[in-house]
């Protein structure tokens, strides 16, 4: 197994608490959401603008959504024996360790 980059080992994120990291990433997701509203509503002249744009373009949006629901459906339900499936890449990642190498073994509780 290649080894992991320092930024991903878990010693270097143990100063942040679950819900910090959560609420961290949500604050990031709403400032980016912001943002790309204020830019669009500056490119397209007004908030009112922007307003009839996002609504002129609401058909394209279901067509974007369901052709990405239809990518993701189409690669978690390929047949199971197809080397590029879903199945066979989480099968190949989730594959149990051998015992005695998790954390509670190396840890002394089992």
């Known amino acids: 197994m290649p080894e992991r980059p320092a930024w991903y080992h878990p010693a270097?994120?143990?100063h942040l608490s679950r819900w910090k990291l959560f609420f961290g990433l949500w604050a990031i997701l709403l400032g980016l959401s912001v943002a790309v509203t204020a830019i669009g509503s500056l490119l397209a002249g007004g908030?009112?603008?922007?307003?009839?744009?996002?609504?002129?373009?609401?058909p394209w949006w279901v067509v974007w959504r369901l052709g990405l629901y239809l990518v993701i459906g189409g690669a978690l339900l390929a047949p199971p024996g197809d080397p590029g499936s879903w199945s066979q890449w989480h099968a190949t990642k989730?594959?149990?360790p051998p015992?005695?190498?998790?954390w509670a073994a190396v840890n002394g509780l089992l």
Do not use: P, V
Not at 47 to 58: D, P, S, V
């Open 94 to 96: 989730m594959a149990a």
């Open 99 to 102: 015992r005695g190498t998790g």
């Open 12 to 14: 270097r994120w143990s």
């Open 47 to 58: 908030l009112q603008e922007w307003h009839a744009l996002m609504t002129r373009l609401t």
